[in-house]
């Protein structure tokens, strides 16, 4: 006698799909979290899709990040502090009338309030 067991494999998703997840993310709400997008590619889709920066944070691997700038190019616009380094509240939007020309806009850090406050290059905050 003979069994023939149904083992359905799990499919590989490609960067691309992930891309498409993140638009898709970010279609259903005001903004997508960069620590919440990561957190969930890597619980969603495997660690083959992040990685450990040099700061020993999780980050979004590049080939997902190259096809997630294609597919919303014109339409989404990256929003972190100027300078570089680690923002809690840096994240992906859909673009503004108000906003600068170019992929990013900066907020400014508040040491004091740990948060991060949009704004556009050359602001000064209060």
């Known amino acids: 006698m003979y069994f023939t067991l149904a083992i359905k494999l799990p499919v590989m998703a ?9 638009v898709a ?12 997008a990561v957190a969930s590619i ?6 083959e899709f992040v990685y450990e920066n040099v700061d020993g944070e999780l980050a979004i691997d590049r080939r997902v990040l190259y096809h997630f700038r294609k597919l919303t190019a014109e339409t989404v616009v990256w929003v972190t502090k ?10 992906w939007r859909r673009r503004g009338t108000g906003d600068s020309p170019g992929r990013t806009q900066y907020v ?18 209060n």
């Open 108 to 125: 400014w850090w508040d040491m004091k309030d740990e948060l991060c406050q949009e704004g556009t290059e050359g602001d000064v905050p």
């Open 42 to 47: 890597h619980k969603l889709f495997g660690p």
């Open 25 to 36: 993310q970010l279609d259903g709400s005001e903004r997508l979290l960069q620590v919440e």
């Open 82 to 91: 100027q300078g570089g380094g680690f923002c809690p509240e840096a994240h």
């Open 14 to 22: 490609t960067p691309k799909e992930v891309a498409q997840w993140m």
